[in-house]
């Protein structure tokens, strides 16, 4: 029987789709949330590793002394072989935790925006049925430089950095596939001030009028993670 722990960050980023489409393989889900101080899990406890969103960087360690301690805990996960999958903040903090530099980008990009797979993706087992192109949900300024043993997976016209695999072993997505209507509603409410009209940066208006696409994204996403139980990810 497959465990997943999840590590949120801020009370309104939770795991959406992953929780429900863990409870449809009845798969123990169990949440950390390092906000109120919760402990860690020990290793023993899960096989997949799960790394949530949120607003503020990697590099806020001084603001956020848990950052600290679930960096290192990423770090032991990856040595003792445990399956990780990042998602927004999650993906820069296993970018970080490989050794790779995560920075500002020249402009945000939040809303819906397309992402285009490259051939790296596409040969990969899990993403099988995913459109080259595909319009996902973004709501990040910060990105990553590749890290070493990485393959890069994805990008887009703000960002080249979207998605990474590294060894086969832990998924970094800089985007959202998780994401619910309500979880939409609940960045806009919590991180309004980031909605300072740019080029890639859409209104709370438009964000929330395409919100109806969550359901065709969580079912990518359900997609990718049926493809990832039967392909290199568990072995």
Known sequence: MLSIHC????????????????????????????????SLPTLDHFDWLILMGG?????????????????????AALKADKKIIGICLGAQLLASVLGASVYSQSEKEIGWHPIRWNKAAKSKSCFAQIPDSLEVFHWHGETFALPADSVLLAGSAACEHQAFFYREQALALQFHLEVKPENVQSLVD??????????FVQSEAVILQRSSRCRILNGFFYKILNNLLSSDFLV
């Open 55 to 75: 607003p503020m960087s990697v590099n806020d360690e001084s603001l956020y002394p848990w950052l600290i301690q679930e960096k290192r805990f990423i770090e």
């Open 190 to 199: 919590h991180c309004r001030s980031d909605l300072t009209p740019s080029r």
């Open 7 to 38: 590590i949120q960050h801020v009370p309104f980023e939770n795991p959406g789709c992953l929780l429900e489409w863990a409870q449809s393989h009845q798969y123990p889900f169990d949440i950390t949330h390092v906000y109120r101080q919760e």
